[in-house]
């Protein structure tokens, strides 16, 4: 088993920046791609942003393209997404999922693993 445990949510200004980390625990050597993504009350939990250990181009949403920013830290098996220039409609849950495919997937059913996820929140 996997476990992942996100930090550094919170409520910031409409403008701002957050970056959030993703801790992964446990079969790690298994993990091969991470993700992000997000869920608001009522909707279906969407895509973010994924990036695969093992090859092909990091992999974003187009409402988050130019704005954030996935990268990892192979050696703490640890996912970051840094956040800049933040909008009232990024506010939501976010997620952090890891898989064993090779390749960076938009495709939730992909992931296996989860987090608890982490609450961030933009203010107008």
């Known amino acids: 088993q996997v476990q992942l445990v996100e930090s550094g949510g919170g409520l910031v200004q409409a403008g701002g920046s957050l970056r959030l980390s993703c801790a992964a625990s446990?079969?790690?050597?298994?993990?091969?791609?991470m993700a992000w993504f997000r869920q608001v009350p009522g909707q279906e939990r969407e895509f973010v942003a994924a990036?695969?250990?093992?090859?092909?181009?990091?992999y974003y949403a187009d409402s988050v393209k130019g704005r954030f920013t996935i990268s990892r830290d192979n050696a703490r098996i640890t996912a970051y997404l840094q956040m800049n220039s933040l909008k009232p409609e990024d506010t939501a849950v976010y997620y952090c999922?890891?898989?064993?495919?090779?390749?960076?997937?938009?495709?939730?059913?992909?992931?296996?693993?989860w987090g608890q996820g982490t609450q961030v929140t933009v203010s107008s």
């Open positions: 999922a890891a898989a064993e495919l090779g390749y960076a997937s938009n495709r939730l059913t992909d992931y296996k693993y």
């Open positions: 446990g079969r790690t050597f298994s993990i091969a791609t």
């Open positions: 990036s695969s250990w093992r090859y092909g181009p990091t």
